[in-house]
């Protein structure tokens, strides 16, 4: 009795298919006719009802997990797809949103009698409003230390003109160290194209890059266009500097004190070039 109780569900599988083999062999030699009403052929005839419905079932979920599955895998091709079209958006973004800068650098080349070597901006070095900064070119390119580096500036529709970053400090083999107008070390003879008059100016702690001209008596205008004059020993003359910003009188009523407006946007510099001058 306890070996019955132990092995039920054993005795009961092999019993259901026994039944199935037997339903299955009468149907197949024609002993069981359904349309003779007995209580058999009922029997038989709803128990190929419910495997009929079971194997609907079946087959209805083997064919729901197959389109669950096909739709999962076009889901993730659809995925991938998406990443790669936003891939190749960002990167046309970034052509358009450089093409205005690549067309005023192809136009400032275009223009330059000087040798130069093209840098990417790799660092800013410890010290305020971009003042001074590194970039990815050296010694084994040619730099030397003074040599002029510049930035191509759009002054107005279809205007491009050289405009003035800095002064290489320190070189390496592939590294060089670029003081910009914005530095106070830094101190540039400008030129008011304006009014052609001369004077110096020189950047500060905080950012700001002031000046004076020579000749005290001097009116400048806002908005008057400032070059380098050439004088000295460093700079090239005619390099854009920027614009007068705002024009402070001084305490000495002979002076005047102007502020400028650089016209390299240095929050946006990311890419130089380095004059190779002989000296």
Same mark, same amino acid.
């Given at each position: 009795?306890n070996?019955?109780?132990?092995?039920?569900?054993?005795i009961?599988? +092999?019993?259901?298919?026994?039944?199935?083999?037997?339903?299955?062999?009468?149907?197949?030699?024609?002993?069981?006719?359904?349309?003779?009403?007995?209580?058999?052929?009922?029997?038989?005839?709803?128990?190929?009802?419910?495997?009929?419905?079971?194997?609907?079932?079946?087959?209805?979920?083997?064919?729901?997990v197959?389109?669950?599955?096909?739709?999962?895998?076009?889901?993730?091709?659809?995925?991938?797809?998406?990443?790669?079209?936003?891939?190749?958006?960002?990167?046309?973004?970034n052509?358009?949103?450089?093409?205005?800068?690549?067309?005023?650098?192809?136009?400032?080349?275009?223009?330059?009698?000087?040798?130069?070597?093209?840098?990417?901006?790799?660092? $800013?070095?410890?010290?305020? +409003?971009?003042?001074?900064?590194?970039?990815?070119?050296?010694?084994?390119?040619?730099?030397?230390k003074?040599?002029?580096?510049?930035?191509?500036?759009?002054?107005?529709?279809?205007? &491009?003109?050289i405009?003035?970053?800095?002064?290489?400090?320190?070189?390496?083999?592939? +590294?060089?160290?670029?003081?910009?107008?914005?530095?106070?070390?830094?101190?540039?003879?400008?030129?008011?194209?304006?009014?052609?008059?001369?004077g110096?100016?020189?950047?500060?702690?905080?950012?700001?890059?002031t000046?004076?001209?020579?000749?005290?008596?001097?009116v400048?205008?806002?908005?008057?266009? $400032?070059?380098t004059?050439?004088?000295?020993?460093?700079?090239? @003359?005619?390099?854009?500097?920027?614009? &007068?910003?705002?024009?402070?009188?001084?305490?000495?009523?002979s002076?005047?004190?102007?502020?400028?407006? @650089?016209?390299v946007?240095?929050?946006?510099?990311?890419?130089?070039?380095?004059?190779?001058?002989?000296?």
């Amino acid at each position: 009795m306890n070996i019955i109780k132990k092995h039920i569900k054993k005795i009961l599988f +092999w019993l259901i298919i026994f039944i199935l083999i037997v339903l299955i062999g009468l149907t197949s030699v024609g002993k069981i006719e359904n349309n003779d009403g007995g209580i058999f052929g009922d029997l038989f005839s709803g128990f190929q009802k419910i495997t009929f419905n079971i194997g609907q079932t079946l087959a209805n979920s083997f064919y729901s997990v197959q389109d669950i599955v096909k739709m999962k895998e076009e889901n993730i091709l659809l995925t991938e797809t998406v990443q790669e079209l936003q891939e190749r958006v960002r990167i046309l973004e970034n052509i358009v949103n450089k093409s205005d800068a690549l067309e005023a650098e192809y136009k400032m080349k275009a223009n330059l009698n000087y040798d130069y070597v093209s840098g990417q901006v790799i660092a $800013l070095d410890n010290s305020n +409003w971009f003042s001074r900064i590194t970039i990815d070119k050296g010694k084994l390119d040619g730099i030397n230390k003074n040599d002029i580096v510049i930035h191509a500036v759009e002054t107005g529709k279809g205007m &491009v003109q050289i405009g003035l970053v800095g002064i290489v400090t320190e070189t390496g083999d592939n +590294w060089a160290k670029v003081v910009t107008l914005l530095d106070g070390t830094c101190k540039i003879s400008f030129r008011d194209i304006n009014n052609e008059e001369s004077g110096i100016l020189q950047g500060s702690i905080d950012g700001n890059v002031t000046g004076y001209f020579f000749n005290s008596k001097v009116v400048a205008n806002k908005g008057d266009s $400032l070059v380098t004059s050439g004088i000295g020993e460093i700079y090239l @003359p005619d390099l854009y500097i920027g614009k &007068v910003n705002e024009i402070i009188h001084t305490t000495d009523a002979s002076t005047q004190k102007i502020v400028i407006s @650089p016209a390299v946007d240095f929050t946006k510099l990311y890419k130089v070039f380095v004059l190779k001058i002989k000296r």
